[in-house]
C-alpha cells in the first residue's frame, strides 16, 4: 500500500466521535519552493490548531511533495498528539498578565471582565477559540509573521503545568523547552498571593 493512502486518523489514540467535537482551524497554508541544484521541488505546507474548547489546545505543521490535503491531514494528527490543558481563570480567561518573547515577536495577554470577548490578532483569536478561552486582550508586538505569533502564543500556553515547563494533557508528559513567562496554576496564584480565589457565580 503507498504510504499517502494511509488514514492517519485511525492510528491516533482519540476515537472518532471524540474528534469529531473538537474546533480545528488551518491558520498557514502555502506553498514553499526548494530550489536544488536538478531544479525545483514544491512542497505544501500546513498549520492546523485543534482544541475542545474547554482547555485542550494543541497545534501541528507539516509538510508534503505538492498535496496540501495530505499536508492538512498530517498536521492535524501532529495537532492531536501535541494537545495539552491550558489553566484558566473561571474557565474563561487567564489569572494575570502573560508575556512571552520569540525571535523579533513578543506578545501580551492580559485577562479581561465578562463578557470583554477577544480582541486580539485574528491567528491568536483562533487558537484561543478552540482552547475555551473567552475574555482576553493581547499586543504582538514586533514582527507579525503568522508562524512566529503562533509559536509564541504556545510558548505560554503550553508551560504553565506543574511540574513547571513539563506538559501532562493527553500527549503524555514531555520536555518542555519554552522560555517566556509561563501561565501560572491556580495554586501559584493562591500561594504569590497568601490568600484563596474564589470563583464569582453570574
Given at each position: 500500500m503507498n504510504s499517502t493512502d494511509v488514514d492517519l486518523r485511525k492510528h491516533l489514540h482519540l476515537s472518532k466521535a471524540v474528534m469529531d467535537k473538537f474546533f480545528d482551524f488551518v491558520l498557514f497554508s502555502r506553498r514553499v519552493t526548494q530550489q536544488t541544484g536538478k531544479g525545483?521541488?514544491?512542497?505544501?505546507?500546513?498549520?492546523?490548531?485543534?482544541?475542545?474548547?474547554?482547555?485542550?489546545?494543541?497545534?501541528?505543521?507539516?509538510?508534503t511533495m505538492n498535496d496540501p490535503i495530505r499536508a492538512r491531514e498530517k498536521a492535524y494528527s501532529q495537532a492531536i498528539r501535541n494537545m495539552?490543558?491550558?489553566?484558566?481563570?473561571?474557565?474563561?480567561?487567564?489569572?494575570?498578565?502573560?508575556?512571552a518573547k520569540m525571535?523579533?515577536?513578543?506578545?501580551?495577554?492580559?485577562?479581561?471582565?465578562?463578557?470583554?470577548?477577544?480582541?486580539?490578532?485574528?491567528?491568536?483569536?483562533?487558537?484561543?477559540?478552540?482552547?475555551?478561552?473567552?475574555?482576553?486582550?493581547?499586543?504582538?508586538?514586533g514582527s507579525?509573521?503568522?508562524?512566529?505569533?503562533?509559536?509564541?502564543?504556545?510558548?505560554i500556553l503550553h508551560s504553565g503545568n506543574a511540574p513547571l515547563y513539563m506538559g501532562d494533557g493527553i500527549g503524555g508528559k514531555g520536555r518542555r523547552t519554552f522560555k517566556g513567562e509561563p501561565i501560572q496554576t491556580r495554586e501559584?496564584?493562591?500561594?504569590?498571593?497568601?490568600?484563596?480565589?474564589?470563583d464569582l457565580m453570574y
Open positions: 525545483k521541488i514544491n512542497r505544501s505546507h500546513s498549520l492546523i490548531v485543534v482544541g475542545n474548547g474547554d482547555g485542550l489546545v494543541g497545534y501541528g505543521e507539516a509538510k495539552d490543558y491550558v489553566e484558566r481563570f473561571e474557565k474563561r480567561t487567564i489569572f494575570g498578565e502573560m508575556h525571535g523579533s515577536t513578543q506578545i501580551i495577554l492580559r485577562p479581561r471582565p465578562v463578557g470583554f470577548g477577544l480582541q486580539c490578532n485574528p491567528n491568536i483569536h483562533q487558537i484561543l477559540k478552540a482552547a475555551g478561552i473567552k475574555d482576553i486582550s493581547a499586543k504582538v508586538w507579525r509573521n503568522p508562524l512566529n505569533v503562533i509559536k509564541t502564543l504556545f510558548r501559584a496564584v493562591e500561594r504569590a498571593r497568601g490568600r484563596k480565589l474564589v
